[in-house]
C-alpha cells in the first residue's frame, strides 16, 4: 500500500483522530520519523487535503494538524 492509502485507510477506520505530521507517521503509520519519510508524508497528506478526505488546521506557532474532512454545511 501508498502512504496516502495508508493514511486514507486510517482515518476511514479512526474519524475522530488528529495529528500533526509527525504524529500521523508515528501513531498512524508506525514508521520512524526520518527526513524522507516526513517528506513523503507531507506529501500524502498535502494530496488528501487537495482531495479534501483531510483538512489541515493551522495552530498558534505555525503547527498543522491534519483531521477527517466534514462534509460541507449548507
Given amino acids: 500500500m501508498s502512504l496516502k492509502s495508508d493514511i486514507r485507510h486510517y482515518i476511514l477506520e479512526n474519524e475522530a483522530s ?6 500521523v ?6 514508521r520512524s ?24 488546521h493551522r495552530l498558534p506557532g505555525g503547527a498543522a494538524i491534519y483531521r477527517r474532512a466534514r462534509p460541507d454545511e449548507e
Fill in 33 to 56: 520519523s526520518s527526513a524522507e519519510v516526513l517528506a513523503d508524508v507531507e506529501q500524502a497528506l498535502d494530496e488528501l487535503v487537495a482531495e479534501r478526505i483531510l483538512e489541515r
Fill in 18 to 23: 488528529a495529528e500533526t505530521k509527525e504524529g
Fill in 25 to 30: 507517521t508515528r501513531a498512524w503509520l508506525k
